[in-house]
């Protein structure tokens, strides 16, 4: 399959990749915003133990963590508009990009509610007790003692999300949409240069990952400047 | 001033405290004693409503709570009455020495920040940690985090300070420092309850010895009458098995 192999299609096939970029990292951020939303309202109900609400909370979990995502793109790609139409609401006309969004925001929602979930708890309870003692009210003591240091233990975990976030948006192009793997397609299939296709597009994937690992990192470590050991433990 | 009536609190059919009255005087300190699982902590915890009560009324100077139907209106007005001290320091980890005594004068208190910082500033002085106010709890002894939680209870001017075995998570080189803070600012006539195994500080710094067994008081005077002539057998027993741990220990 393909022409002979020529490292300057890379150099070729680098820029032009670049261009859709902007797609890929819109997909990214909009999904992880989404995601954030979801996974604080899903992880709400199993932190304070809401009856009912808390078993939803984790089949929805389940479902997302334990199914493939490139099947649910499809189930919500041609699943949703089906159901939609059961109330007379048509969705034809709405971009595969809204869904591509709509499924990478309701996936990363489902393993950021578990992360928002690990991270309350690494926060002890004596610091609650301690902030309701000098009269907090109960949104207090969470928004200011709890939040920032929950924040600070699941940005290792969330940065992971990201990332792989990041990789993932590489299958909406299943769907259509022209971000960087899917003009890797279609540049693969004009040049018959797939190998040098792939590889620039790994390398442009491979630098943004660094590039974010290094920016969580920098940002973990301002927000621990309180634990000398985090600090300790980078340096070894 | 501090008047408590008929208190009880169980854990499901658990009892753990049963009808406890208690009235204490403005400017006194308060030593509460007793063994292992005689609802000591619990008491104090229900003073502040960190554990509700069952049952029964709290009232702290111009505040009276009738702990049944108390809403978050009344936890809150009881809260602002009182500051605890706990056995593990419980400080903001991801707060500096000055940020942990300055968060509920800004939050709670709603004082300016630099009126904050100044009151939190001279408490911290007042328990001789001026030199550490930008350091992390993580960065401290515990005995400098215990200081940093009692100027923290402090500097918000309650009118009562509850303590809870303040030193004893503490390594027993640092049970001193803490002890001798306690001391200074029981001379101020801050009014304080004080939940301690140490004998020799409970007798000299207190005006008022509580001595709990079961859930229930079973004997209170002034420190000279109940260490040195206690009415109760349960208090002597429980007053001779202690000396006799300090004195094995020494
Ligand atoms: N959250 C809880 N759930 C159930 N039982 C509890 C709870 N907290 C305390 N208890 C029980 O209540 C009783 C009194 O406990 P408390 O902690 O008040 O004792 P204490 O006098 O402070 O003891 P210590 O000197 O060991 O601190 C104990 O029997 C304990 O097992
Ligand atoms: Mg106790």
Redesign the pocket.
């Known amino acids: 399959m393909g022409r002979r192999f020529d490292i300057t299609f890379v150099y070729d096939f680098i820029p032009k990749l670049l261009g859709f970029l902007q797609i890929t990292l819109f997909i990214v951020a909009c999904s992880m915003l989404l995601g954030m939303v979801i996974g604080t309202a899903v992880a709400l109900p199993r932190l304070f133990r809401i009856p009912v609400l808390q078993r939803v909370s984790r089949i929805y979990v389940s479902f997302f963590r334990g199914t493939p995502i490139l099947i649910q793109l499809f189930l919500i790609y041609f699943g949703l508009p089906e159901l939609l139409k059961g109330i007379h609401l048509d969705v034809t006309r709405v971009p595969a990009l809204a869904f591509v969004i709509l499924t990478y925001g309701l996936n990363s929602g489902a393993f950021i509610s578990e992360a928002i979930r690990a991270a309350v708890s690494a926060v002890d309870r004596g610091q609650v007790e301690a902030a309701y003692a000098v009269g907090m009210s109960g949104f207090h003591a969470f928004r200011r003692i709890v939040l920032p240091q929950a924040a600070a233990v699941s940005l290792p975990a969330f940065s992971n999300l990201v990332i792989g976030n990041l990789k993932d948006t590489s299958l909406s192009f299943t769907l259509g949409v022209m971000e960087m793997t899917g003009k890797s397609q279609t540049l693969g299939l004009a040049t018959q240069h797939f190998i040098e296709v792939y590889l620039s597009l790994s390398l442009i994937y491979l630098a943004i990952s660094l590039a974010l690992e290094r920016l969580f990192a920098l940002a973990e470590r301002r927000m621990r400047l309180h634990e000398p050991d985090v600090g300790v433990l980078r340096n070894q | 001033m501090i008047q408590v009536r008929g208190l009880t609190k169980s854990?499901g059919k658990?009892k753990?405290l049963g009808h406890i009255d208690l009235q204490l005087q403005k400017g006194e300190v308060t030593a509460i004693l007793?063994p292992?699982?005689?609802?000591?902590?619990?008491?104090l915890r229900c003073l502040n409503f960190l554990e509700k009560p069952n049952a029964g009324e709290i009232a702290i100077g111009d505040v009276t709570v009738n702990c049944k139907g108390a809403g978050k209106r009344d936890i809150h007005k009881l809260r602002q009455k009182t500051a605890m001290v706990f056995q593990n320091y419980h400080l903001f980890k991801h707060k500096t020495a000055l940020e942990n005594v300055m968060e509920g004068l800004v939050v709670v208190q709603k004082l300016l920040k630099a009126d904050a910082r100044a009151r939190s500033q001279l408490m911290l002085d007042k328990v001789g940690l001026a030199d550490k106010q930008d350091a992390y709890p993580s960065q401290l002894s515990g005995g400098q985090q215990q200081r940093v939680g009692i100027a923290r209870a402090l500097a918000l001017n309650p009118e009562v300070v509850l303590f809870d075995?303040p030193t004893s998570a503490l390594d027993p080189e640092r049970v001193g420092e803490v002890l001798e803070v306690i001391r200074s600012i029981a001379r101020e006539g801050i009014t304080m309850i004080i939940?301690t195994h140490e004998m020799a500080f409970a007798r000299d710094v207190s005006n008022h010895v509580v001595f709990?067994d079961d859930g229930a008081i079973v004997e209170e005077g002034p420190p000279q009458e109940l260490f040195g002539s206690p009415k109760e057998e349960r208090t002597r027993q429980f007053l001779k098995r202690m000396t006799q741990e300090w004195s094995y220990t020494i």
């Open positions: 854990y658990q753990v007793g292992s699982g005689s609802g000591k902590t619990t008491l075995e939940v709990m």
